[in-house]
């Protein structure tokens, strides 16, 4: 049993344009630092702005989701929303841990701001967790990637 793809992927989405307008946005009306996420990734990845925001969309839209879907989804425990907090969570902790030291900010953003930019990136992470989580729904038994006719 897993998540129907299409809408684990839809969820991913407006999970991602969710925690992209926190990061820009929302935070900074709230007190937090802004976060330029793209240009973080684009740097890191010499890619440029542009490259990192479509890297940053890539994952948050299919790669993250499709992770979510078809291999975490059976061991993570409670209902779907449950599920995708979890999973933001995880995603919080290796961007705390590996991404952003890669990216020069320090483990837990010692280098870029600390505690509040900590913060301000976990409730980016579990809004889009319980987005993606949410908008997936709970599994369906007997779903598979099949051909129309098949």
Known sequence: MRPQVGRAVLGGFVGTIAITM??????????????????????????????????????????????????????LPGGPAVKGLVWGAILWLTAQLVVVPMMGGGVFSANMGGAMAVAG?????LAYGVLLGGIAGPAVRGYALRHPAG
Do not use: K
């Not at 976060?35 to 890539?58: K, R």
């Not at 990136?121 to 992470?125: C, D, E, I, V």
């Open 22 to 75: 926190m990061m820009y946005w929302v935070g900074p009306m709230m007190g937090l630092m802004r976060m330029d996420i793209a240009e973080g990734l684009g740097m890191t990845l010499g890619i440029g702005w542009t490259g990192g925001l479509i890297a940053h969309s890539m994952n948050g839209t299919i790669i993250f989701p499709l992770v979510y879907g078809f291999v975490l989804h059976r061991v």
């Open 121 to 125: 990136s976990l409730m980016g992470h």
